[in-house]
């Protein structure tokens, strides 16, 4: 029996790992593994359990982009309809890049190896990245004829970089080492290939210690702020996220755990 397309394990309390299974492939991206990472955060959303999400890849990559061998047929496409059916399989996958935003877990990418085409997007869709020594990053679809705007890369790559690098990068397709990811910002930070997975599990981990509806509505805002066209707005937006904050139960256990000189201890 072959292995599952998707790995899902919860490696310490609170947090979640999805560890793309196609290593032979460089888990290159297929309508199946597609549709298992879709399932998946489907039900993590709704897990309260669940604190924070690590994504990362099996071998030696984190995902080489779209499986250039074919990458099958969306749910619902029928063959019926040449031109309805490509679009299906386009929104089955930059929906994945917005599902990453939507999801109340923040979302941490453990890139491992090689992430191009729509496995850059995909790290991009991510809230935090970490990388080990030997990842590479690359808008690769400009590669194989098409246009680099794609998947939401054109939007997020210049919200995370800004767009005088973003231009240069989308542009030319060029492969982006680690320690040049990290210079530029589209990395967190740098570790050794043996220390990646622990990296992940540290940012993730502390995450988890924190009030989860706190959490929650930081993600959204800080997605949300990006959007938002002037500092009044977007203060605006803030002062209703606190105010609704405030009701929670949180706040009072953060100052009692503080007073009594103890971890806080956050319920869902």
Not at 22 to 45: D, I, K, S
Not at 91 to 96: D, G, I, R, V, Y
Not at 109 to 135: E, H, K, M, Q, T
Not at 234 to 246: C, H, L, V, Y
Request: net charge negative.
């Amino acid at each position: 029996m072959s292995e599952p397309l998707l790995l899902v394990d919860d490696p310490v309390a609170h947090v979640r790992r999805l560890t793309l299974n196609r290593p032979e492939q460089l888990n290159a991206m297929t309508t199946e593994l597609c549709e298992a990472l879709h399932e998946e955060l489907r039900r993590t959303a709704i897990d309260r359990s669940c604190r924070a999400v690590v994504i990362t890849g099996s071998g030696r990559a984190f995902c080489a982009g779209l499986d250039l061998h074919g990458y099958g047929q969306a749910p619902g496409n029928d063959g019926s309809d040449e031109s309805r059916d490509r679009l299906g399989n386009q929104k089955h996958m930059s929906t994945l890049v917005l599902a990453l935003r939507a999801l109340p877990q923040p979302v941490i990418a453990a890139v491992n190896g090689p992430a191009a085409g729509f496995g850059l997007a995909l790290a991009l869709g991510c809230d935090i990245r970490y990388a080990a020594g030997s990842a590479v990053f690359r808008a690769a679809f400009i590669n194989i004829g098409v246009s680099n705007c794609d998947m939401g890369t054109s939007w997020l790559l210049p919200r995370l970089i800004g767009a005088s690098r973003s231009h240069e990068l989308m542009l030319t397709g060029r492969r982006v080492g680690a320690d040049e990811a990290l210079q530029i910002g589209l990395v967190a930070d740098v570790v050794d290939g043996d220390r990646l997975a622990d990296r992940a599990l540290e940012g993730a981990t502390q995450i988890a210690a924190l009030a989860p509806w706190g959490v929650r509505l930081t993600k959204r805002g800080m997605w949300t702020a990006l959007e938002i066209p002037s500092e009044h707005a977007a203060i605006e937006f803030e002062d209703r996220q606190q105010i609704m904050s405030t009701f929670g139960a949180a706040p009072p256990e953060a100052v009692a755990a503080f007073l009594e000189k103890r971890p806080a201890e956050f319920a869902d």
